[in-house]
């Protein structure tokens, strides 16, 4: 059989298991005595089990069964929870995740665990009772098999095609498979089975559901059901040849078998079963089509991200036409060609917000990986800390997902350490002895929330300032007019902290400059707000998408520039009597606040042609709590443009993060007003 057409597969099934096993032993550390965590984590242990020897790798599916025989003792509470067992089987999680991402990345997932096989093997020594309970899950396993036998229900349909079947010269058997109790890869053996009876007949149901096995949601036995022309020898002998097969029984369905079951579900539905039955003789399928009907398929599929990209990049050539095509309709002023355009213009913005929700991710996939890290960073620096997760079903762009990971380790990391204060000294101040965490998301127009807030000991102002002015981050004359969250941010600011001294702020910038630089480089912000004693809160504002945009387009001489609607607050005609200086620097008073104003074009260089005017047409935008204006010399109109990167060589324009191709096909610069506002 040809493996490697199933690793993709492997791999993020693989990942989802072992994400399941770190989020529930989490959850059996809170709660110990809790069996149904245990069964859990033992079942996703078990199919990470079978896939991987399935796939070959060895010391994958070896590693797994060591862990995988201490949960079943746990389970069977032959052995009490206790945080050193934990601690060992998070180690043994650690190890799979590290040899799962070996594979992903073309090796070979051999690792030496010979330690922590050693620690599992001691944890699981003297256990008697073992046989006992092999032998007493062997007995119930055939007593499943044998309450399996006649046990499945058949819909209308499915017993119209059986009867059809027969009709035609078909038999229908029932057939009772057993597998081995020490069977390792039940999945593989499941498949085979069915794989052999596909050759012999088709399939038309089976008990559990065909996902059910697949996921080996079932125990040592299953029973399907098979229309063939072969007698129930050649079948039996047939599925016997699949190795670790232990027991099967093949009985052929008989027409009395499916009146016995109408009269039995008569007796309690009798008009919803006629319906059904009415629906069943109207449809007239062939043998062949009965599985189809009798296993609805999966609603999802996996979709490889790189064809997103490429269905992304195709839309986005498309939205350039289709600006085209607008500004065309618009020149030839035809009813006809405007209608058309028109229509297609409603169609293609349909077909965008379906491309943009495909490649919509929760951020359950970056916050998964939060409380095992705040759970070792705690025992570490002998804290107590619970972290609190709210909103992670909140969706974002696949490629801010990529990038906005570690910041938040970051963050988190910087809460952890330099926010929560120590047991002894919280109790002291009348605290809880746990501190919080609380990690949440939330959307609010076109943007994403991310909000990290800590009860621990809050930002010192006067420290912060202090080291500021030492490392000249700021001046002693500007540090006086500073507001309490422009000096929170300050240790946002490059090279603001050092490990020269510890104390209750050292450390507190280590990292946050990249922070910074990240989120913004994704056309988000970030602020912080803090109460020294009572916690701290630093907010990520990041935009929904990076790629389809809405822009203000704006014209400066013979240039033309788009503004992110996402920054602009509004757009305003100003009087030249009403522009003011201060401190000088030209500003105006816009709805009782100073707004200092940016003249684009000397921003820009743009050669100037006009004389100075009277009226102004000004941008208003803002970035967290700032603002600014921006004068052009026209407002062209709002636009939805796709996002291209200026390039290598490029990379470097002041205020300009991209640019893009407008109907007429020119090329418009987009501002990021991030970068003007200081």
């Known amino acids: 059989m040809e493996l490697s057409q199933y690793l993709e597969v492997f791999i993020e099934e693989s990942k989802e298991n072992l994400q399941t096993c770190n989020e529930q032993l989490l959850e059996l550390e809170k709660n110990p005595e809790d069996l149904t965590i245990v069964n859990e984590i033992f079942r996703s242990a078990h199919t990470l089990k079978g896939m991987s020897a399935t796939m070959g790798y060895e010391d994958l599916a070896n590693l ?36 799962v991402l070996s594979i992903a990345d073309g090796g070979d997932g051999k690792r030496d665990v010979t330690e922590v096989v050693a620690m599992l093997e001691s944890i699981e020594k003297g256990e008697s009772l073992h046989s006992a309970l092999v032998d007493s899950e062997v007995a119930a396993t055939a007593e499943v098999v044998e309450r399996q036998t006649f046990s499945m229900q058949y819909e209308a349909f499915e017993q119209t095609v059986i009867q059809q079947s027969q009709e035609q010269g078909f038999r229908c058997f029932e057939i009772s498979v057993s597998l081995r109790e020490d069977c390792l890869l ?92 009415v629906k069943g003789q109207e449809t007239s399928k062939p043998a062949g089509n009965a599985t ?20 992304m990049n195709l839309f986005e050539e498309l939205v350039i036409d289709r600006g085209r095509l607008e500004q065309i309709s618009k020149d ?114 076109n943007h994403v929330f991310i909000e990290l807030e800590d009860d621990g000991a809050g930002i010192n102002k006067e420290r912060v300032l202090e080291k500021a002015i030492q490392k000249g981050i700021v001046s002693d004359e500007a540090a006086h007019t500073l507001t309490d969250r422009q000096i ?141 204006g921006l004068v052009v010399d026209s407002f062209i109109g709002q636009q939805e443009v796709v996002l291209k990167s200026l390039g290598n060589y490029l990379n470097d324009v002041f205020a300009i993060s991209g640019a893009t191709i407008l109907g007429d096909g020119q090329v418009a610069l987009i501002v990021d007003c991030n970068a003007l506002i200081k």
Request: without cysteine; charged residues 30%.
């Open 332 to 445: 030839l002023n035809n009813p006809e060609l405007n209608e058309t355009v028109e229509r297609m213009t409603r169609i293609s913005g349909d077909l965008q917000n379906i491309i943009l929700n495909m490649r919509m991710v929760p951020v359950e996939t970056v916050f998964n990986r939060f409380p095992r890290m705040v759970r070792q960073l705690a025992r570490d620096l002998n804290k107590k800390i619970e972290l609190e997760i709210i909103g992670a079903e909140t969706e974002l762009d696949r490629t801010v997902i990529d990038e906005i990971g570690d910041p938040l380790v970051h963050l988190i990391r910087n809460a952890l350490d330099h926010g929560i204060e120590m047991p002894e000294l919280r109790m002291k101040n009348g605290k809880p002895e746990q501190g919080t965490v609380k990690l949440k998301a939330y959307h609010s127009g």
């Open 186 to 277: 039940k999945a593989a053996r499941v498949y085979m089975v069915f794989e052999v009876l596909g050759k012999l007949g088709e399939v038309i149901k089976s008990l559990p559901t065909v996902d059910q096995l697949e996921e080996e949601q079932f125990d040592h036995s299953f029973v399907i059901a098979v229309v063939s022309k072969e007698d129930a020898v050649h079948i039996e002998n047939a599925v016997r040849k699949v190795s670790e097969v232990d027991e099967v029984s093949v009985v052929e369905l008989t027409s009395q078998h499916l009146e016995s079951q109408n009269q039995v579900e008569a007796a309690d539905t009798e008009p919803a079963q006629k319906e059904m039955e």
């Open 64 to 99: 797994t069964h060591k862990m995988e025989n201490v949960l079943d003792a746990i389970r069977n509470e032959k052995i009490k929870v206790s945080p050193e067992i934990l601690d060992v089987v998070f180690k043994s999680v650690d190890d799979l995740e590290a040899m």
């Open 488 to 628: 929170y941010e300050l240790i946002l600011a490059s090279g603001f902290s050092t490990a020269e001294q510890i104390s209750d702020i050292s450390g507190r910038g280590v990292g946050l400059d990249v922070v910074k630089a990240t989120i913004e480089s994704l056309g988000g912000s970030i602020t912080i707000d803090s109460t020294v004693g009572q916690g701290s809160l630093f907010s990520i504002q990041l935009p929904l998408t990076l790629s389809i945009i809405s822009v203000m387009l704006v014209e400066i001489q013979e240039e033309k520039y788009a503004i992110p609607l996402s920054s602009i607050i509004e757009t305003a005609i100003v009087k030249k009597e009403e522009i003011m200086k201060a401190h000088n620097q030209r500003v105006i008073d816009f709805r009782g606040k100073v707004v200092p104003l940016l003249f684009l074009e000397d921003v820009f260089e743009v050669p100037k042609h006009s004389k100075e005017e009277e009226l102004y047409s000004v941008v208003i935008v803002r970035k967290g709590e700032k603002m600014a």
């Open 292 to 311: 189809k009907h009798s296993n609805p398929s999966n609603k999802t599929i996996r979709v490889n991200i790189e064809r997103l990209d490429v269905l």
